[in-house]
């Protein structure tokens, strides 16, 4: 059985290749990238194709059973890449797609969740048995901040009291790799979240522990927030996205109780404090 991952240059994706080397299963996998240069130190077969080509898709999956589409990071231009790839997955007879969504993609109030829900339902109309693998919150996404926090002294955002069940892209890779070589996935919706969860208080509370000193976090409105990190120098439409994640975090779009990924994964997510404590400068 051939297993092809996309977006395998990613951080996900590079993860999601240990977990499979760990599970003995590296040999099945073929890795497609865009930039097959930088795939060269992952110790698989790799095939180049973008999403954006769909013939170079095709070519790709011949001979493959199942696929793991890593969402893309182009945002805005992600529904028609995606489509491209469950086309290209269909012409070339592949048996199944899993698709790495975003955590309660049909209710979330995300703005991130629009082009993950069309994809959602692009792969269930395609026909192709699927796999949504509803990935949370990344908690790196938030400890990348630290280092810059503990220079200015606080840490800033709008997520007000929201609470945050995120895991590590580690623990989300784990699970893609069991749901892609296990039995009884097919036409399956899961909620991926961490076990536990926190505010962003609490996570610059355990930053301040690490720090031996107060980093506080400052709650500012969606706007203030935008408006911050645009002084900041980030792109506004990189902005506008962080913001309108703060946000939705605070009205609980970050925060998932199912436990299906510490059930995937057959151990208990990776604790905020754990990563918290391999992020600190
Ligand atoms: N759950 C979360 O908190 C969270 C946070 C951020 C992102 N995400 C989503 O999860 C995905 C995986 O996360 P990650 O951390 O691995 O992101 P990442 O490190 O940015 O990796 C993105 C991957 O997508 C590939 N890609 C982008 N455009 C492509 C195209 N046109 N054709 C082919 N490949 C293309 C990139 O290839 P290159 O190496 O050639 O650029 C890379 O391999 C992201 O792409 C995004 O959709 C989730």
Redesign the pocket.
Known sequence: MTIAI????????QHVVAALRDMGRADDVVG????PE?AVDLGISIRK????DLASLEAAFEGVATVLL?????IGK?VA?HRNVIAAAEAAGVARVAY?S?LHADTTPLMLGQEHRASELSLIESGLAYTLLR????TE?YAAGIPVAIQAGAFIGCAGTGRIASAT?RD?AEAAAKVLTGEGHENRIYELAGDTAYTRAEMAGEVSRLAGGEIPYHDLTQAGYAEALASAGLPQVLCDLLADSDAGAAKGGLFGDERHLSQLIGRPTTPMAETVKAMMP
Do not use: F, H, M
């Open positions: 996309t977006g395998v240059t990613g951080q996900l994706g497609i990238a865009r930039s930088k194709a973008d999403y954006e890593i969402s893309s990071s182009e992600r890449q790495t975003i990935n949370g919150w990344y996404n892209r989300y």
